[in-house]
């Protein structure tokens, strides 16, 4: 279920995107990429969690751009720089997600609607 199953706050988000050992931390990119309606704020955070040293984490936050592309039909250029590099992350979780994240930018960002 995870620490968010009963919904969020930006403050839990923050508190927990304080401790870089909290356990749920790996909930954070997904909840915030799938949920708020703040892109430039969820950009953010996928963001300063793409390089974080858990693979769980980095790959979330790297599956979040691809959540952001999907809800908002945008990106930052920093997201793709970030999910081009995470394509040769050490963990394959993480390549699997930028994979993920690729496929989502080609869908909907990529292709003429």
Not at 11 to 22: I, S, T
Not at 67 to 86: I, T
């Amino acid at each position: 279920m995870g620490p968010f199953s009963d919904g969020w706050t930006v403050e839990q988000v923050e508190a927990l995107m304080g401790d870089p050992n909290a356990a749920d931390l790996l909930y954070v990119p997904i909840v915030v990429s799938q949920n708020s309606s703040d892109f430039l704020w969820a950009d953010s955070v996928c963001e300063e969690l793409s390089n974080h040293p858990n693979p769980q984490v980095r790959g979330n936050a790297i599956l979040g751009f691809g959540h952001l592309a999907r809800r908002h039909r945008r990106c930052s250029s920093r997201a793709r720089q970030l999910v081009a590099e995470a394509l040769n992350d050490l963990d394959p979780y993480v390549r699997g997600h930028a994979e993920s994240a690729i496929d989502d930018f080609q869908t909907f960002l990529d292709r003429a609607g």
